[in-house]
């Protein structure tokens, strides 16, 4: 018996260690080298190609199915992302200044895709699909089409797949297209079929309704052939600008472009998810090599015949002016040029290029910072839109805000009025570049509408919500972070991040990690509280008393979050206290932000509590005001009650059994 127990006890260890060792994360990625080659008709807008993508399983699974994106299927009429948009269009969300009604569908897709003709669908054909040279069988589901192997793809192999596809560039939508709003003849985004990224949470064949993607890390060497009056720009490294021309070829070089009507582009990209392309008979094309590690190249990339032309050539100086400071905070561009060209709509970020619909500088920082956060972090955006959109409407708040303040006189030397109005803004709005994300984050609050940010960004109740979070609440965040744990944490922990993760797929338990290591704070609660949840945050001044002789102040949590808590004491001979209760969670505390005034750090604030009490060494009749976060990066939603000044608080009191008058 004795042995035998033994050996059931040697069965149950082996199986508990052989699990702990199975269940820890190893990090892997997958990645796919595509070599294409294809041309475009400028007559029909279609597009023939071939495709070879060298796809290498690093997984411990073996595949059994492999899927692609054919994103162009979406604009068919009757297509999900058709569907979709108009179900969204039913719903109301309110009226807009002139008394119209404002829907939640996206305003650019409204309808438009049920009333495209058959010469102005999208459509990605594959015609015939080849693995290690063996023919396979293929599957349509709109935009994703299913491979079925005839051998499974084993773990630690690599295969190549051999297509041949044709195209129609559908009339622009949304992102890609043909001929849109400003006539930019073609936006080639999502055109290619692309091979759905596997990790660690399996396949990602997320069907195009309406929101971003998610790709395998690879290389891409892409030949375009098209009428040679076409210039073009995009995501890579043109390889032959001595034929191209076009402003490509360094200053004196002879340009040799070869006979015949139509012109080769040679790109290659290293180390990118995707690869854009435009093209325009119309185009005109600046460019600037910066003095960067990586030398990079900017190009700006306009319609010659736009009104606007003197901002697009502001958009390349204020890109060689900002890029010092982005790289200083947010860590190095590494590849050797990025494209700022005109096309799509609104803005739409791809690797080392964006399409602008114009030349606004907001929309430029936004979408240079996803090259940071997306396109070399590159998350989930399906799982994740607020690591993508919130870190990048962050990084554009404070990109923006060094920008106007740096170079005012220079940007507004002719324009004093806005000089005012545009620093005006930036320096009265809490808190300092980021204030535009918190007002969204909190309409949302108001709206009613809030969903907990897991939600897959294709499956929001509505678009605004979508926005919303991924934008505002996202931003707020990192901003918010910054007054848990400090701002130059904050930044070193952005700075930590890009250095672990970049290049690779990080979720958000990476991002917390990176968070808690560096700050050495336990961070888990504001994870818990602010992504996956749609708990907010209201705390107030309940009561300013004398007892003794010393002020008593009584805080209260009246929102379900908790937070630590600054508190600013003003006394009227001019000095100020800055008073920091801790959460308890954190197990730490925030390290003092600047150097006015005295500090004093109190003894944590337990969530169970829902009111803590402070006392001061003055009384009452010393202090001019009390204000909670002056800073205001907690996200209070109700600041009303945050400041009491002269015995009276400030704004709407939700407490008035308070004796505030002393
Ligand atoms: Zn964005």
Redesign the pocket.
């Known amino acids: 018996m004795q042995r035998f127990r033994c050996f059931v006890a040697g069965i149950f260890l082996c199986m508990f260690f052989c699990a702990a060792a199975t269940a820890q994360r190893t990090y892997w990625q997958q990645k796919a080298e595509y070599k294409m080659a294809v041309k475009l008709d400028v007559h029909t807008n279609r597009l023939t190609g071939t495709e070879q993508v060298t796809y290498y399983n690093n997984s411990p699974d073996t595949l059994h199915r492999i899927f692609f994106h054919l994103y162009w299927n979406a604009f068919q009429p009757g297509s999900m992302m058709d569907v979709r948009s108009r179900e969204l269009g039913k719903i109301v969300l309110g009226l807009n200044e002139k008394g119209d009604t404002v829907r939640d569908w996206d305003s650019r897709v409204r309808d438009r895709i049920l009333h495209l003709k058959p010469d102005e669908i999208g459509y990605d054909s594959v015609v015939t699909l080849k693995m290690d040279g063996r023919r396979q069988e293929i599957r349509y589901h709109e935009t994703i089409l299913e491979v079925l192997p005839d051998r499974p793809v084993l773990p630690g192999s690599s295969v190549r797949f051999d297509l041949i596809f044709k195209c129609q560039v559908p009339v622009q939508i949304r992102r890609s297209g043909r001929d849109n709003a400003a006539g930019v003849r073609y936006s080639m985004s999502q055109w290619y079929p692309k091979i759905c990224e596997y990790d660690y949470r399996g396949w990602h064949p997320t069907p195009y309704i309406a929101r971003e993607f998610y790709g395998v890390w690879g290389d891409y060497d892409v030949t375009i052939d098209l009428d040679k009056h076409y210039l073009v720009g995009g995501t890579g490294y043109l390889q032959n600008p001595q034929q191209t021309g076009y402003g490509y070829a360094a200053a004196g070089t002879k340009v040799s472009s070869p006979r015949g009507g139509l012109l080769s582009w040679h790109f290659y990209a290293p180390n990118v998810h995707d690869f854009m392309w435009a093209a325009d008979p119309r185009y005109r094309h600046l460019s600037q090599t910066v003095n960067n590690a990586a030398q990079t190249t900017l190009h700006v990339i306009y319609k010659k015949d736009t009104a606007s032309a003197a901002a697009w050539q502001e958009v390349l100086k204020a890109a060689v002016r900002a890029l010092p400071f982005i790289e200083k905070h947010f860590g190095p561009y590494p590849y050797k040029q990025y494209s700022f060209i005109q096309g799509g709509d609104g803005g739409m970020?791809y690797p080392m290029g964006t399409l602008i619909a114009g030349p606004s500088l907001g929309t430029v920082f936004?979408?240079w910072m996803?090259s940071w956060y997306q396109m070399m972090l590159g998350t989930n955006e399906s799982m994740y839109p607020w690591m993508d959109?919130g870190f990048?409407t962050y990084a554009e708040g404070k990109v923006s805000y060094y920008y106007y303040h740096a170079y005012a006189d220079s940007v507004f030397k002719d324009d004093p009025k806005g000089r005012e109005i545009t620093l005006g803004k930036l320096d009265k709005a809490l808190p300092l570049g980021a204030a535009d994300a918190y007002r969204g984050y909190f309409s949302l609050v108001e709206s009613g509408l809030a969903e907990p940010m897991t939600t897959h960004a294709d499956h929001y109740e509505t678009n605004f919500a979508y926005g919303q979070n991924a934008y505002s609440k996202g931003a707020v965040f990192l901003e918010q972070l910054g007054y848990i744990t400090g701002a130059q944490v904050r930044d070193s922990i952005l700075m930590q991040y890009y250095r672990k993760w970049r290049f690779k797929h990080p979720d958000p338990n990476d991002f917390m990690r990176v968070a808690e290591k560096v700050s050495g704070m336990q961070l888990d609660w504001y994870q818990e509280y602010w992504i996956n949840t749609t708990k907010t945050i209201d705390y107030g001044i309940e009561d300013l008393k004398n007892e003794d002789g010393h002020a008593q102040i009584t805080l209260r949590r009246i929102g379900e979050m908790p937070m630590p808590v600054d508190l600013l004491v003003r006394y009227k001979d001019g000095h100020t206290e800055m008073h920091y209760i801790p959460l308890y969670e954190m197990f730490g505390t925030k390290p003092r932000e600047d150097s006015a005034g005295r500090r004093i750090v109190h003894k944590p604030w337990r969530w169970t509590n829902p009111v803590y009490h402070l006392s001061l060494p003055d009384s009452v009749s010393a202090i001019s005001s009390i204000e909670i976060d002056p800073s205001q990066r907690m996200a209070d939603t109700g600041r009303g009650d945050n400041r009491v000044s002269g015995g009276i608080i400030i704004g709407r009191a939700r407490h008035p059994k308070a004796d505030l008058v002393n």
């Open positions: 970020e936004h979408e996803h959109e990048a």
